[in-house]
């Protein structure tokens, strides 16, 4: 099995699925990302990675900071 992937690892115009966060995730962070709609099962698209990791959630565009992104594990969509 690959190793899971966040965020930060996919490339700019991929769709994904949320599995989960980070083992290390803090609390606090962990309800940040799910106020910002970032809920396991979810599928998104990476609209971009520089500066910042871009997503679309359904109508939604959301820029997550390095240090939020590589909480999110996510697995690529077919």
């Known amino acids: ?3 899971p992937k966040t965020l930060t690892d996919v490339p700019a115009r991929s769709h994904v ?3 989960g966060f980070t083992p290390d995730t803090s609390h606090e962070l ?3 990302l799910l106020a910002y ?3 396991p099962g979810q ?3 990476v609209l ?3 500066p910042v990791t871009v997503l679309q959630i359904e109508h939604t565009e959301l820029a ?3 240090v939020l992104a590589v909480c999110v594990l996510v697995s690529r969509l077919a």
Do not use: F, N, Y
Request: overall charge positive; aromatic content about 0%.
């Open 30 to 32: 962990r309800e940040r």
């Open 43 to 45: 599928h998104i698209r």
């Open 48 to 50: 971009a990675q520089k």
């Open 17 to 19: 699925h949320i599995e």
């Open 37 to 39: 709609g970032l809920i």
């Open 1 to 3: 099995m690959s190793k």
């Open 64 to 66: 997550l900071e390095k």
